[in-house]
């Protein structure tokens, strides 16, 4: 009798075992389930969770500016026309300042969902990250005192110009104006500020983000945009890599929001008062996503 009821305990202690071996097993399988769903992309999570996490610039007057905690501009409006595309209300939008150079790592670490700041498609860019649009075209330029001769790129041998690591304008003085003494901070109002003391001779970027600069109060009269743009920087929507289908979504979203008139508001709302025309959607343009 004691043997059976040994036995018994013993077959017990050991259907127990198998059981929790089982139950060790579902584990396994829900972790992976975790996993494939931290990997896959942001339709999935904006649907899930309602929430999205933008990346912006803070400094850059009608494009992404900061004041307070609040977020304004082009750039703004672009973010939460995709973040309703998505299912996302705006209280469900976190804005995340970035700067140029940090636009990248940003997104392949998991800090953003998206980047939508003044962000430029490249073949280098792309091979770190995934782009949507794009949703504006704008060209390298030149800021200067307003009583400033220099007229174009070309007359920057000798002179002080100022612009942002780890941007296309920035590399562009490297590699084609390398008689130009470039000077970089990490974002373009520390470039304006320095123009404003005259420790610079000129700030480079794009025309639309200079021409946001010109346009503050503070600086009525100051600086002109020389107005010749030396290159064509199409703005696009940063997203991980490997997010093929969160791309083709935002690409969409871009469709549909052309069709019923939500992107040209969205420029009007920001830009508007700027004198400059809404941009038109070139749907042949976007991103093939792959
Ligand atoms: N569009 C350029 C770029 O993506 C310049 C503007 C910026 O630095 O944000 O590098």
Redesign the pocket.
Known sequence: MLRITRLAATFGAMTMALGMAACGGDDKGSDSGSTSTAKSGIVEKAASSKKLTIGV?AD?PGLGLQTGSTYTGYDIEIGKLIAKGLGVDESGITWKTT??AN?EPYIQQGQVDIVV????I?DD?KKKVNFGGPYYI?G?DLLVPAASTITGPDQLAGKKVC??S??????KIQTDYKTAQLQQFDS?SKCVTALAGGQVDAVT??DI?LAGYASQDQYAGKFKVVGKPFST?L?GIGIKKEDTAGCNKINDILKAAAADGSYKKAWDDALGKSGKAAPELDASKLTNCS
């Open positions: 610039k850059q700067v140029s636009r700041a003044t962000y430029s490249t860019r704008a390298q612009s942002v780890g941007s296309t304008p920035a590399k373009y970027t794009d983000i920087e703005y």
